[in-house]
């Protein structure tokens, strides 16, 4: 895929982007060069090599589940600043116009 200054033309206006003549021409070359080097990329045998996610081999360390008593109601307020009726109390923070 050549990449010319129409195609840029096209995407910029459509990401609301505007650049000068001169910016937009080194645009077009430096996409140029990205698109000829993902067709590189291309040419690579890949058939049955698997995806890589991260270049080490991470895993989450999640713990087990457990099932445990439940604080009461009282206990969860205990450090509450202005609990009210039984639940948490906050200020507004949406705003009308």
Do not use: C, W
Request: proline share 5%; hydrophobic share 35%; glycine share 6%.
């Amino acid at each position: 895929m050549r990449i010319t200054g129409k195609t840029v033309d096209k995407v910029t206006h459509l990401a609301k982007l505007d650049f000068d003549p001169e910016a937009l021409e080194v645009l077009v070359g430096h996409l140029g060069e990205i698109v000829s080097y993902m067709e590189k990329l291309n040419e690579l045998e890949t058939e049955g090599v698997e995806p890589t996610y991260h270049v080490l081999d991470l895993r989450n360390m999640m713990r087990h589940d457990l099932v445990g008593e439940s604080l009461t109601q009282n206990e969860v307020l205990m450090n509450a600043p202005h609990p009210k009726n039984g639940y948490f109390s906050v200020p507004k923070v949406i705003t009308e116009k």
